[in-house]
């Protein structure tokens, strides 16, 4: 069983960055892929980004793409998203979720999912 944990959210203004993190327990987080959903007010749970359990595979919404960047540190059993270029419709709140083998773009293939972080971008 994994159990995930994100950190790093916040309020910033449009154009800002900011890094999220999501730490894992257990000794085989290696074993995970692992993404990022994110869910605004009023809407439904979409997906962001996800990464293997290697890293050297990544997947991206059209929405993020070239603006975030999703990576993981596996001796540290952490997973980022490096987000840039923020824009006020990326207000949501961001979940990590964990599965394997393979990563997926849909939310019902995860597993764990940790409580999530408030970002919130002003205009």
């Known amino acids: 069983q994994v159990q995930l944990g994100e950190s790093g959210g916040g309020l910033v203004h449009a154009g800002d960055s900011l890094r999220l993190s999501c730490a894992a327990s257990g000794r085989t987080f290696s074993s995970y892929a692992m993404a990022w959903f994110r869910q605004a007010p009023g809407k439904e749970r979409e997906f962001v980004a996800a990464?293997?359990?290697?890293?050297?595979?990544?997947s991206y919404a059209e929405s993020v793409q070239g603006r975030f960047s999703i990576s993981r540190d596996n001796a540290k059993n952490t997973v980022y998203l490096q987000m840039n270029s923020l824009k006020p419709e990326d207000t949501a709140v961001y979940y990590c979720?964990?599965?394997?083998?393979?990563?997926?773009?849909?939310?019902?293939?995860?597993?764990?999912w940790g409580q999530g972080t408030q970002v919130t971008v002003s205009s």
């Open positions: 979720a964990a599965r394997r083998p393979v990563m997926s773009r849909t939310a019902e293939d995860y597993d764990y």
């Open positions: 990464i293997t359990w290697s890293g050297t595979g990544t």
